[in-house]
């Protein structure tokens, strides 16, 4: 994780202000914090020192089952929060939360901002908006496995999560979010292949037909 100072760290915060989202400035004590791909923002079951606004990049979060199965539960995009459920809840399991791309954020301080932002409703009035995004979001998510083909669902799904053009998910993580087996998934991933709208490299897969794919999973935004 870097740090950004001086210069980068200026220039970071007036390309991205967030100015507009508090009632009290922000900018005494906030942090600019970059994630390389694969690197914890937030590991699981440790409450975060920062609330976090998402700049660029985004990140996955997972959450550990009582068996020891760990389960991909939900992505982070720019423009959005890490941490506010920790800002919220004096008690509360933390999930971790891992980027996957380069991801950069600004992170407030709780111990000089909670008691500010937990005070500022135009805040919190921002905040009610994303949490509902969030909940309409995972509903959505949940009526899209029964309502739709797997690969309207894994279109949305490569686009979502591929970095510079690659896709690199393990299949296992795939079938669980996407509640399919992996047979069926590994068939749609050939036929992916076969209409060339991805080309397989080793491991991972490139993506060739970004057109192809946005169509397949825009049936999911226009539901």
Known sequence: MEIYKG???RICLEKYSIAHLFSFPVEEFIEVHEYRRDEWIIQEGMRPDFLFYVIEGKAKIYVTHQNGKVSLINFINANEYIGEMELL???YYT??????????????????????????AKFLRELTRFLSG?????AAKYSQSLAFPLENRLADFILQTADEGVYK?????????LGVS??????????????????KEGRNYQIKQ???LKELAGVLKNK
């Open 7 to 9: 210069e980068k760290k």
């Open 89 to 91: 809840n004096d008690v």
């Open 95 to 120: 999930k971790g939360i891992q980027a996957s791309t380069k991801t950069v954020c600004f992170a407030l301080p709780f111990h000089c901002y909670r008691t500010q932002l937990l005070e500022d």
């Open 134 to 138: 969030k909940a309409t979001f995972m």
């Open 169 to 177: 998910e393990k299949h296992v993580t795939v079938c669980d979010y």
């Open 182 to 199: 992996y047979r069926h998934l590994l068939h749609v991933l050939t036929q992916f292949c076969e209409k060339g709208y991805l080309q």
């Open 210 to 212: 970004y057109g192809s």
